[in-house]
Every structure is written in C-alpha cells, then in structure tokens.
C-alpha cells in the first residue's frame, strides 16, 4: 500500500502530455484487487436486507416494475430522449434475468463500481501509474444523496468519471476515433441524468483550459481549432436533446439558500447515521487532503485541478432549486470530492506514512461500513413485517397515502414511498408514483390522473390533523379509492372515521379499507 501511494506524475508544460519517468509506477493487479475486495465489502448492506433503506427507492422500484410488465391497467409507458434513464433503462432489462429486486440492487452495486472505478482509472491516466490513493472514492459512496435515493445521478457521476478518463487517454489517439468514443460516452452521461452530464462537461472544460491556453498564447491557431474541433462534437447531440425538450421543462424559477449552508453541504459526502462519527471521519479526511496540500504533497495533476477548481466554483455559483428540481447545489460535493481524490498523486514522506494512512482510511470503510450495516437491518424488519400489509392488499386495488408535511427527510427507516410497492408487488394504483411528463417514461393514464390530486398531505389534514366534522366530510371523495396508507416518523394513530376501517397496523405504517358507508357522503354531496 505504501509503495502505492508514493510516487507522482510529471507534466509537460502546455498540461496536455502525460511524462512518467521510467516505467509507470505501481501494478494493475494490486490496485484491482483491492478494488474488488471493497466492491463486495460495500454491496454486503444491500444484499442483505430486503429493501434499501433510501428514501426514494421504493418509487422507483415500483416504476421498475411498470417499465417490466410495458404498464399496467393504470399506467402507461412512454419512452422519450429525457435526461434521467440510467436505471429506467438497465434494470428492467436485469430483471429479464434475475428477480426485479436482486436487479435493483446490482444497479446499487454497478454504481459503486463506476464511482470507485472511474475514479481509479481517471488517477492512473492523469498520475501516470497505479495506485490505491484513489480508493479513497469507497469511503464516499455512502454518502447523503445516495441515502436519498437519487440513483441515476449517481450512476451518471461514475460514466462521467469513466468518460473523463476514456478523454484523456485516448488524446494523440486518431481524431475520428476520439471523436466517436466522446460522443458516445458523453450521450451516456446525458441519458443517465442532466446533472451529471453538467458535470462531465465542466471536467472536459477543465481539462482542457491548460493546453488550449498555451496554442493561444504560442499563437497555434491551427492547433487550438483542432482541439475545439475534436472537443466539441460530443457536446452537439445533448445540447439538441436537450433545447428540444424545455417545452417539457417545469417554470424555470431558482430560489437560493443561506450562504452558510455551502459550507455544511460538503458535509454531506460523510453524513449518515452517526452524527458524531460522521464528523469525526470528515474532519479526518479534509485534514489528509488540506494537510497535504499545504505541506504541497497533495499531488494534484494540473489539467484535472482546474478541472476541480470549475467544479467547486460551480458549486458556489449553483442555487438550492431550478426547473422545479430541488437540492441542484446538493448534488455536487460528492461529484467533488470523487474529482479530487482521482486527480491527487500524493507523495508521502515515508512509507510507515504511507502504510498509516491506507490503514486508518480501511478502518474507518469498515466501521462506517458497519454502522450502514446495523442501521439498514433495523430497517429491514420494519420493512419485512410493513410489506405483510402491502403483501394482503388484494390485486389491483387503487391505494391513496396520507402523511404529514416534513416527511420527505433522510432518516433511519424512512416509509414515506413506502406504499408505492403495492405497485411492484401488487400491481396497485398509488398516486404519489414518480410519473412526470418529461421526467420519467411512466405516465398516468387519462382516467386515473385526476386521483393524483390526492395528495398525501390533504388527506393527512383531513383525516388526523381535522375535526370529527373534517372527517366525516374528506376533501376528495374517498370512494374512488379502495383503501388508505397512513405513514409518519411518530408512532400513528389515526382517529375514527365512519369512512374508515382498519385493516393492517403497525407503529408507524397502517393501511385502512374505505368503507361505503352512508354517513360518509362525498365532499359535494
């Protein structure tokens, strides 16, 4: 490990060649061998519980199971050229081969491999060698937008990463070559989500600033074209993709927070579960990167530093909301920290140094490792004895939810989508389903979109939080619907309602059959 870690990289002055004194330093197999170890290390949470406790998954494995099955009685499929399918379209294929829940979480461990691969392979272009530094891309992916749910950005840093080395490789390579290669890999970043292609094109930006500088300082016009000219290409068909979809687009409007908070987000690439813990383990590793930058062993190749220095400005630049997206300036920190950790070429005094350092880094994967392990199979027998509700329900039944506002928040055992896997297991109508026009290719179909008006906050209102009179008289009429799932962080529980009768109860998850009963009359009626 300590040899490793020690050697650096030499460039030529324009930033565009890489020159490795000597044959490149370090092996392939070490370095992938160790890889392949944290990989298994880091899918064990998954695989052994019978849902991830992420706060969207349950949505979309149940849009999963719609793109499987080509729809249902209550939705329909419709695929376009939108921003946002990496796991739309690998899962449902998976799960032409293993079962729709064991494909879910290989795409949880397939993005795991790419953030951590391209990351490896991105240090050995730029650093000229292999090494284990950039292993440090394992203590990163648990991180809070991961806890989220927000899969296909994820999945789309890791092509991003892979493309941003694949660009640096294959420079002095054939340009047509080149050119395909790029193009190819950057309209897989687009398909896989915008915000990652946002990403890769400030990287390849970066990247690029060194060598296009000096042909304009040495005035080689001809030169500084041709890199344009190869560059360029691979931005043309995700710029027409995506200028031909705003029609689609929500209101553009940004809103931005507090300052203070671009401090505490980058946090969010070690905040789990463990608050204490997790500081400790950030604190730890911005003072490896902060001390070995100011004692200048940090390493960090020129072409991808301004490559990071664009991405932390983006990151300062970017508000907390635009096109009806929240958590825009959210999703960057961990996309950060990647870049930064595959862009370093770290020379150690020593190698105990060396050795000290990869062996605090792997004690502190495992324990993080195990904490995620504890947590999520606590979660896993809330969710095993909730899904025996979901599990009754009889077959394509039409399932309304209820739950407070301030649900949406990343927490040990969250249950707010949780209903959405009567979808999945039960081919339900749940209207809270990720089903937005020019955002998913799941759509509502025209008879069933006026139940989506249902929303889980309303009838919470109605049917908790109101008076005896409210409940009597709910906002919608209840009767379009076949039953009715109460969730809440808090233990429930769910006043008597002559519109109501209970069905399946837990703590924190209830389901209750809609009445037809006479004294629950309709909210017109």
């Known amino acids: 490990m300590g040899r490793a870690l020690l050697r650096s990289r ?22 992938w061998g160790a890889f392949a170890l944290l990989l298994m290390l880091a899918a064990v949470p998954p695989f052994s519980t019978v849902l991830p406790p992420l706060v969207d998954y349950p949505n979309h494995l149940a849009r999963m199971h719609l793109l499987e099955e080509g729809g249902s009685a209550f939705y329909a499929v419709r695929w376009a050229a939108i921003p946002n399918l990496a796991e739309d379209l690998i899962v449902p294929q998976l799960a032409r081969l293993v079962p729709l829940d064991t494909a879910a979480k290989l795409f949880l461990v397939m993005i795991f491999a790419l953030m951590a691969g391209g990351a490896v392979w991105l240090n050995r272009v730029a650093a000229g060698g292999w090494r284990l530094w950039p292993l440090l891309a394992f203590l990163l992916l648990y991180n809070r937008i991961l806890l989220w749910g927000f899969l296909n950005y994820l999945f789309g840093i890791g092509v991003a990463l892979v493309g941003a080395a694949a660009w640096l490789a294959l420079e002095g390579r054939r340009w047509w070559f080149r050119v395909l290669s ?19 094109a400030l990287v390849i930006l970066g990247v690029e600033v060194l060598p296009a500088w000096a042909a304009l300082r040495a005035r080689q016009w001809a030169m500084l074209a041709r890199r344009i000219g190869v560059a360029a290409p691979q931005f043309v068909l995700p710029a027409v993709l995506f200028l031909d979809s705003r029609h689609d687009l929500p209101d553009p409007a940004v809103s931005y927070a507090g300052i203070w908070r671009k401090a505490d987000l980058l946090f969010s690439v070690f905040d789990n579960y463990e ?25 960090l190749a020129p072409r991808l530093g301004w490559a990071s220095g664009l991405v932390l400005a983006a990151y300062l630049l970017l508000p907390s909301q635009i096109y009806g997206g929240s958590g825009a300036d959210h999703r960057l920190p961990t996309a950060f920290f990647l870049l930064l950790a595959a862009a370093s070429a770290p020379r150690f005094p020593s190698r105990r140094v060396a050795a000290a350092v990869g062996i605090t880094a792997a004690s502190v994967l495992i324990v993080r490792l195990g904490v995620i392990e504890q947590v999520w199979r606590e979660a896993d027998r809330v969710y095993t004895a909730d899904l025996a509700g979901i599990d009754a329900l009889p077959r394509g039944v039409k399932l309304a939810l209820a739950h407070p506002e301030g649900l949406f928040h990343v927490m040990r055992t969250p249950e ?25 290719p799941v759509a509502l179909k025209p008879p069933f979109a006026a139940l989506a008006e249902a929303t889980p906050q309303i009838l919470w209102a109605a049917l908790v939080g109101g008076s005896a009179a409210d409940r009597a008289r709910p906002p919608i009429p209840l ?47």
């Open 182 to 200: 790029s193009s190819l890999l950057a309209a897989a970043c687009f398909f896989s989500h915008i915000a990652a292609f946002g990403f890769y």
């Open 479 to 525: 009767s379009d619907f076949d039953f009715v799932a109460f969730t809440d962080k808090r233990p429930l529980r769910v006043p008597p309602s002559p519109c109501l009768a209970p069905f399946f109860i837990q703590p924190t998850f209830q389901i209750f059959t809609v009445v037809d009963n006479p004294d629950c009359p309709s909210p017109d009626g």
């Open 416 to 440: 707010v989508h949780l209903a959405l896997m009567a979808i999945a297991r039960r081919d339900a109508f749940v209207p809270t389903l990720f089903a937005i026009p020019g955002q998913q």
């Open 275 to 299: 608050r204490t813990f997790d500081i400790g383990c950030f604190v730890l590793f911005l003072g490896l990167i902060g001390g070995l930058a100011w004692t200048r062993r940090l390493g």
């Open 10 to 31: 030499i460039l030529d002055t324009a930033g565009a060649t890489p020159v490795t004194p000597g044959r490149p330093y370090g092996r392939a197999l070490p370095v």
